[in-house]
């Protein structure tokens, strides 16, 4: 059985780190967000019960606790343990690469993590293609849903169910990638 307690102290870590950050777009408080990637990752979790949901959910609450937030992994490690702060570590982006170079990299650091840490890269590109920012150009909104196909493409043997729900969103992505006035 999952660990609310793990979850909780998980969320209190990940809101003192994100602090006044805020979802892009939306502009809410930027936990809603790692809320909602937890929440997918848990219900691949029930529907599969031989997977670490403390694994998946302590990594889906903390994954852009090191990219955003200036945590480091030894404070993560200190606190959540060493697989846990592994899969944050490969969770996140190597920003000392070429940007166009960080996604493909991250992807092949999460293949060599267990399951779980698959499960949380599908579960944040699942609640990420919600409506864009609006002053996002058509172009980067069609990058990002091409980087959706090849998150889905990477990671998608993880777990079925979470990526048929890949693919819906980013199939009804589609609508916030055409030019205006097209069909
Ligand atoms: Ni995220």
């Known amino acids: 059985m999952w660990s609310a307690d793990l979850f909780a102290r998980a969320l209190d870590f990940a809101a003192k780190a994100h602090g006044e950050q805020k979802v892009p777009g939306s502009g809410f408080p930027y936990v809603t967000h790692v809320t909602k ?29 090191l990219e955003d937030a200036g945590v480091t992994r030894a404070q993560v490690e200190l606190e959540f343990g060493a697989a846990v702060a592994a899969g944050v570590q490969a969770l996140t982006k190597d920003a000392t690469l070429p940007k166009d170079k ?45 980087e959706a196909l090849e998150i889905h493409a ?30």
């Open 102 to 146: 960080q996604l493909a990299d991250s992807l092949a650091r999460i293949r060599r993590e267990p399951r779980e840490v698959w499960l949380v890269k599908l579960a944040d590109r699942i609640t990420n293609l919600e409506a864009p920012p609006h002053y996002w150009s058509l172009e980067k909104r069609r990058k990002y849903r091409a």
């Open 37 to 65: 990637v937890a929440l997918e990752a848990l219900r691949a979790c029930v529907e599969e019960p031989s997977l670490d949901a403390n694994l998946a959910l302590a990594c889906a609450v903390l994954h852009d606790s």
């Open 154 to 183: 990477a990671l998608g043997a993880a777990h079925a169910a979470l990526a048929a729900r890949l693919e819906a969103r980013a199939e009804a992505y589609l609508a916030y990638c055409r030019e205006p006035g097209d069909g």
